[in-house]
């Protein structure tokens, strides 16, 4: 008899919105769902292809559920950054991307991982109960990604 050992993958973001004094205002924990797309692509990658690594996170206003064939955001508020970090540990990745003051103003509700600042391919998706984010204000989002 032998055991069996099954891979899955999962991704947790936490957001941290800051008024324009530079205070915390609000902080968020969020689970999301890794689709096809960023499974495959980190797959190709164990197989030395040369697709990207993820260099760009994005935010939008849709509010349909993610599924695993999502491949974009539903609708993109402003243009995807470029991430602020991207650290490895023993079994998981953190992403940390900023919008600053004036960047993806308004009624944030989904954000997603990709690896282009456009076009590209997208990683992970969530939605989420609206995060208001004014024009003096600014988002830090983490998101981590755990293979177990």
């Given at each position: 008899m032998f055991n069996q050992e099954t891979i899955s993958m999962k991704g947790e973001l936490i957001i941290d919105r800051y008024?324009?004094?530079?205070?915390?205002?609000?902080?968020?924990?969020?689970?999301?769902?890794?689709?096809?797309?960023?499974?495959?692509l980190m797959i190709s990658r164990l197989l030395g292809t040369t697709d990207?690594?993820?260099?760009?996170?994005?935010?939008?206003t849709g509010v349909t559920s993610p599924v695993v064939g999502n491949t974009a955001l539903e609708t993109a508020l402003g243009a995807r950054v470029a991430l602020t970090s991207a650290t490895q540990s023993t079994n998981s990745v953190t992403y940390v991307g900023t919008f600053g003051a004036g960047v993806s103003t308004g009624a944030i509700t989904e954000?997603?991982?990709?690896?282009?600042?456009?076009?590209?391919?997208?990683?992970?998706?969530?939605?989420?109960?609206?995060?208001?984010?004014?024009?003096g204000d600014s988002i830090i989002i983490t998101w981590i990604v755990t293979i177990s």
């Open positions: 008024d324009f004094t530079g205070q915390l205002v609000e902080k968020r924990k969020i689970p999301n769902l890794v689709v096809t797309a960023g499974k495959s990207g690594v993820m260099t760009h996170m994005g935010v939008g954000a997603g991982i990709f690896n282009a600042l456009t076009s590209g391919t997208m990683l992970c998706r969530t939605v989420f109960p609206v995060v208001n984010k004014a024009a």
